[in-house]
């Protein structure tokens, strides 16, 4: 197995994995990855194993301290060298869930990001993965402003 940045050849892959993984309203479409591939690549993190990707992380770095809804579709505000790592989706192919890839891909993702500088990772999350974060350090900061496909999350943080 291989951890590893994406790259555009992985778009199919990767929006194949997000459909498979959130609601319509919550996922993004192929369009928006599209978008997030090629302005911050260095922010996508794939678990890959014989040429097959079985998980992937996303997000941008930013200096807002929180996760707004329109960073999801507004790649431009990524700043590389900016305080805060936001996560948009930690996804994990259906048929691979409860093997530790997601664990494996969140310390590697927590390692880069550390070594890059920044302050910290931020997501959100639904309240019932809030333990499964907590493993990692980060805090429940309570329910997030966003409400990104009209559903209710909870905002985590990993202070670094």
């Known amino acids: 197995m291989e951890i590893r940045s994406a ?3 992985d778009l199919a892959e990767i929006a194949q994995l997000e459909a498979k993984s959130y609601p319509l309203r919550e996922g993004a479409s192929k369009e928006t990855l599209q978008a997030r591939l090629a302005a911050f690549p260095e922010c996508f993190w794939v678990l890959q194993d014989k040429g097959k990707i079985l998980a ?3 997000g941008m770095a930013c200096d807002q301290p929180d996760l707004k809804d329109e960073m999801y579709d507004q790649p431009s505000l990524h700043r590389a060298q900016g305080r805060w790592q ?3 989706s930690v996804v994990t192919a259906p048929e691979c869930r409860g093997r530790g890839y997601a664990g494996m891909l969140m310390r590697r993702m927590i390692q880069d990001v550390k ?3 920044h302050a910290g990772v931020v997501l959100t999350c639904k309240e019932a993965l809030t333990g499964f974060y907590a493993q990692f350090g980060f805090e429940n900061e309570g329910v997030s402003q966003s409400s990104h496909g009209g559903a209710q999350w909870y905002q985590m943080r990993l202070r670094l």
């Open 7 to 9: 790259s555009m050849q």
């Open 56 to 58: 992937f992380i996303n």
């Open 86 to 88: 936001m996560i948009f």
């Open 115 to 117: 070594a890059r500088g």
